[in-house]
């Protein structure tokens, strides 16, 4: 049971990118998947998540500071979720992680299952 995320990178302040959370072992649809960043000394902090295909339609949640910019998706086929990151700002540098977990919204006190993190860096 895996989750490899990826997709980070360099961006300007005002750019988009797109992370992909990737399962192997497992179907990620029928769990919640959550993404978390950790920046430098900070605690990890959620950031969104979508909830498994048992609810009818998709539970999403969003932290409140990328309302309006981040989009979490799910593509079945390819058995990988998506955070979609549009109007990056400085203070969203981190490391971002994708974890899945039973409940909704994801918690960190119950994910089961992390991937590695990617490095998102929005800088000019």
């Known amino acids: 049971v895996q989750l490899q995320a990826s997709g980070g990178g360099l961006v300007q302040p005002g750019g988009s990118l797109r992370l992909s959370c990737a399962a192997s072992?497992?179907?990620?649809?029928?769990?919640?998947i959550g993404w978390f960043r950790q920046a430098p000394g900070k605690e990890r902090e959620g950031v969104s998540g979508i909830s498994g295909i048992s609810s009818d339609p998709d539970n999403t949640y969003y932290a409140d500071s990328v309302k309006g910019r981040f989009t979490v998706s799910r593509d079945g086929a390819k058995n990988t979720v998506y955070l979609q990151m549009n109007y990056l700002k400085p203070e969203d540098t981190a490391v971002y992680y994708c974890?899945?977990?039973?409940?909704?919204?994801?918690?960190?006190?119950?994910?089961?299952?992390w991937g590695q993190g990617t490095l998102v860096t929005v800088s000019s």
């Open positions: 072992g497992f179907t990620l649809e029928h769990y919640t």
């Open positions: 974890a899945a977990d039973r409940g909704f919204p994801p918690t960190i006190g119950t994910i089961f299952t």
